[in-house]
């Protein structure tokens, strides 16, 4: 036990006695601010989109466009006062700060005039030849759009745009156009405008209701699908943790073994006490990381949750599903299993290899077979019943993954204890095979040379000595 601590302990030190590892555990703050600031940045970022829009009806079909663009920002403004009331209440407050925002649809498309109507004319201006003068400096134009009435009550529209990536306004003017031909459709066939209007605005009362609930508290609520997102969330972390974890290791035991330090270690240790310690040293440099990054959110999250169950705001159901224990412990027990399973095999692949370059081709299956959960957890979102993500939970494997995205859902005793047991089990098969493929690594008993020698079939061999 002593050698396995002094392993254990050496390997600890290792990367906590480090700047860099300090520097990365104060920046992870900084990084979770951009993960989540940068989408927004990104979205308020996006340059403004010029075009000139050119109806040659006379104005008819310029004003649909600008009635369509209007019941757009109006449904925008809807929307994000449900949202609002969903997690905050009814606040007359948050009613007030949305009403007063200008603009909640789509603006990155705008519209000027730059003095001309002719295609010919604005092609200039459309190909970076010409530039007109706004308040914020020069610009060429994005799209010129031309409107025209065609016969039968069909609306002809060319669009003249050098960007073939961006159809954002090509898609707004479309579907705004196709709205006004419906609803002119049913006026010409005698609907009044006023009943087409007040159908456009007839929209289903929908509840969800759970049916092992009666009552008022059969309705689902925000802070139950909740937990369906922070599971996934959670997959997709313990993954990128594991994955980053049992690199550490991979790569600290190939240096060990170049360096001749493996040697040493085992002229005085035995194999099974330092792929103990290595195990338990940098679980260790992954607890400290999980303590202080975790605790910070947890505590963080706990403090707001707390102050918006005091002000008696919805969002505080919500925050409270992330807290769930019931997602927390099985998240920590998968990430001790996997990390222990893929650790194992790590440290095996890293006695066999002498170089990074020969660890790569050992990694390269690897890299498949831990890609594959990926996918799996995005499916099981919508479809946890599936039997392709059901069959793939009992992979000892893919288990701590995918069986923390289906968690939230009702799979039943049997999956949880089944796969459980079944990862269980074989995470210590892992670590015996692992354990008995690092001894023979590490004494050099097996290495890619012994591969590379299978496939040396008909080679001409050394003649005897005399």
């Given at each position: 036990?002593?050698?396995?601590?002094?392993i254990?302990?050496?390997?600890?030190?290792?990367y906590v006695?480090?700047w860099?590892?300090?520097?990365?555990?104060?920046?992870?703050p900084?990084?979770?601010?951009?993960?989540?600031?940068?989408?927004?940045l990104i979205?308020?970022?996006?340059?403004?989109?010029?075009?000139?829009?050119?109806?040659?009806?006379?104005?008819?079909?310029?004003?649909?466009?600008?009635?369509?663009?209007?019941?757009?920002?109006?449904?925008?403004?809807?929307?994000?006062?449900?949202?609002?009331?969903?997690m905050?209440?009814?606040?007359?407050?948050?009613?007030?700060a949305?009403a007063?925002?200008?603009?909640?649809?789509?603006?990155r498309?705008?519209r000027?005039?730059?003095?001309?109507?002719?295609?010919?004319?604005?092609?200039?201006?459309?190909?970076?030849?010409?530039?007109?003068?706004?308040?914020?400096?020069?610009?060429?134009?994005f799209?010129?759009?031309?409107?025209?009435?065609?016969?039968?009550?069909?609306?002809?529209?060319?669009?003249?745009?050098?960007?073939?990536?961006?159809?954002?306004?090509?898609?707004?003017?479309?579907?705004?156009?196709?709205?006004?031909?419906?609803?002119?459709?049913?006026?010409?066939?005698?609907?009044?405008p006023?009943?087409?209007?007040t159908?456009?605005?007839?929209?289903?009362?929908?509840?969800?209701?759970?049916?092992e609930?009666?009552?008022?508290t059969?309705?689902?609520?925000?802070?139950?699908?909740?937990?369906?997102?922070v599971?996934?969330?959670?997959a997709?972390?313990?993954?990128?943790?594991?994955?980053?974890?049992?690199?550490?290791?991979?790569?600290a035991?190939?240096?060990?073994?170049?360096?001749?330090?493996?040697?040493?270690?085992?002229?005085?240790?035995?194999?099974?006490?330092?792929?103990?310690?290595?195990?338990l040293?940098?679980?260790?440099?992954?607890?400290?990381?999980?303590?202080v990054?975790?605790?910070?959110?947890?505590?963080?999250?706990?403090?707001?949750q707390?102050?918006?169950a005091s002000?008696?705001?919805?969002?505080?159901?919500?925050?409270?599903?992330?807290l769930?224990p019931?997602?927390?412990?099985?998240?920590l027990?998968?990430?001790?299993?996997g990390?222990?399973?893929?650790?194992a095999?790590?440290?095996a692949?890293?006695?066999?290899?002498?170089?990074?370059?020969?660890?790569?081709?050992?990694?390269?299956?690897?890299?498949?077979?831990?890609?594959?959960p990926?996918?799996?957890?995005?499916?099981?979102?919508?479809?946890?019943?599936?039997?392709v993500?059901?069959?793939a939970?009992?992979?000892p494997?893919?288990?701590?993954?995918?069986?923390?995205?289906?968690?939230?859902?009702?799979?039943?005793?049997?999956?949880?204890?089944?796969?459980?047991?079944?990862?269980?089990?074989?995470?210590?098969?892992v670590?015996?095979?692992?354990?008995?493929?690092?001894?023979?690594?590490?004494?050099?008993?097996?290495?890619?040379d012994t591969?590379k020698?299978?496939?040396?079939?008909?080679?001409?061999?050394?003649?005897?000595?005399?």
């Open positions: 036990m002593r050698a396995i601590y002094l254990a302990r050496r390997e600890f030190l290792s006695a480090t860099g590892f300090w520097l990365s555990l104060a920046s992870m900084m990084f979770m601010a951009l993960g989540i600031g940068m989408p927004i979205e308020n970022s996006q340059p403004t989109r010029y075009y000139v829009l050119v109806d040659e009806t006379g104005g008819t079909l310029e004003a649909a466009l600008e009635a369509q663009a209007e019941a757009s920002r109006a449904e925008a403004l809807e929307r994000a006062r449900e949202a609002a009331r969903e905050f209440g009814d606040l007359p407050q948050i009613d007030a949305l007063s925002q200008p603009q909640l649809s789509d603006e498309y705008l000027v005039d730059v003095g001309e109507t002719e295609l010919e004319a604005l092609r200039p201006y459309l190909t970076g030849d010409a530039s007109f003068t706004s308040a914020d400096g020069e610009h060429g134009l799209a010129a759009i031309f409107l025209r009435q065609g016969t039968a009550g069909a609306i002809e529209v060319d669009y003249w745009s050098a960007n073939v990536s961006d159809g954002g306004l090509r898609s707004q003017i479309r579907n705004a156009l196709r709205d006004h031909m419906q609803t002119q459709y049913l006026i010409d066939a005698g609907v009044s006023d009943l087409i209007e159908a456009d605005d007839l929209s289903p009362n929908v509840r969800e209701l759970n049916p609930r009666t009552g008022d059969a309705e689902v609520t925000a802070a139950e699908r909740i937990p369906l997102i599971s996934a969330m959670t997709f972390g313990l993954w990128v943790i594991i994955f980053s974890v049992v690199n550490m290791l991979l790569s035991m190939i240096e060990e073994k170049g360096n001749k330090i493996l040697e040493m270690m085992l002229a005085s240790t035995r194999h099974h006490e330092i792929l103990t310690g290595k195990l040293g940098v679980a260790a440099v992954s607890a400290t990381l999980l303590v990054w975790g605790g910070i959110g947890l505590l963080g999250t706990f403090g707001v707390q102050l918006a002000a008696d705001m919805p969002i505080a159901e919500i925050l409270a599903a992330v769930d019931g997602l927390l412990l099985p998240a027990g998968y990430f001790i299993i990390y222990l399973m893929y650790g095999v790590f440290l692949i890293g006695s066999l290899c002498e170089t990074l370059q020969d660890a790569q081709t050992l990694m390269s299956p690897m890299m498949l077979v831990m890609m594959v990926l996918f799996l957890v995005m499916m099981a979102m919508d479809s946890p019943d599936s039997p993500v059901a069959i939970s009992w992979v494997l893919w288990t701590p993954f995918i069986m923390l995205a289906r968690l939230p859902h009702d799979i039943g005793m049997v999956d949880i204890i089944g796969t459980s047991a079944a990862m269980i089990a074989f995470a210590v098969f670590i015996w095979g692992s354990g008995v493929l690092f001894r023979m690594g590490a004494l050099n008993q097996a290495n890619q591969v020698g299978w496939f040396k079939i008909g080679g001409k061999k050394r003649p005897a000595a005399s």
